[in-house]
């Protein structure tokens, strides 16, 4: 079992900057992939950006440039500049394990971008 904590959300400015962190505890040496997520109200949730355990990494078209996905120890980074006000949504961290597979989601954090 692997537990996921976020922090860092909160209201900021268009155009401003704030970084996301996530904490796992638990079996965290089963980890290969570590991701982070977004969802709106009323829409699916999508992948924001994606790091491997090589140092891979994938990012959503509409971040590129802006955000940056960091992973150290078991803390995952997300560093959002240039925020839009379409990047307002709820925060997921995610995990993935081997083996088996087992998935894992943060409870999320709030991310207002809003002048």
């Known amino acids: 079992q692997i537990h996921l904590v976020e922090s860092g959300g909160g209201l900021v400015q268009p155009g401003g900057s704030l970084k996301l962190s996530c904490t796992a505890s638990?079996?965290?040496?089963?980890?290969?992939?570590r991701a982070w997520y977004r969802q709106v109200p009323g829409r699916e949730r999508e992948l924001v950006a994606l790091?491997?355990?090589?140092?891979g990494t994938t990012y959503a078209d509409s971040v590129k440039g802006r955000f940056t996905i960091s992973s150290a120890e078991n803390t995952l980074n997300l560093q959002m500049n240039g925020l839009k006000p379409e990047d307002t949504a709820v925060y997921y961290c995610?995990?993935?394990?081997?083996?088996?597979?087992?998935?894992?989601w943060g409870r999320g954090t709030q991310v207002t971008v809003s002048s």
């Open positions: 790091i491997f355990n090589s140092g």
């Open positions: 995610h995990v993935a394990t081997m083996p088996g597979g087992d998935e894992f």
């Open positions: 638990g079996t965290t040496f089963t980890i290969i992939r």
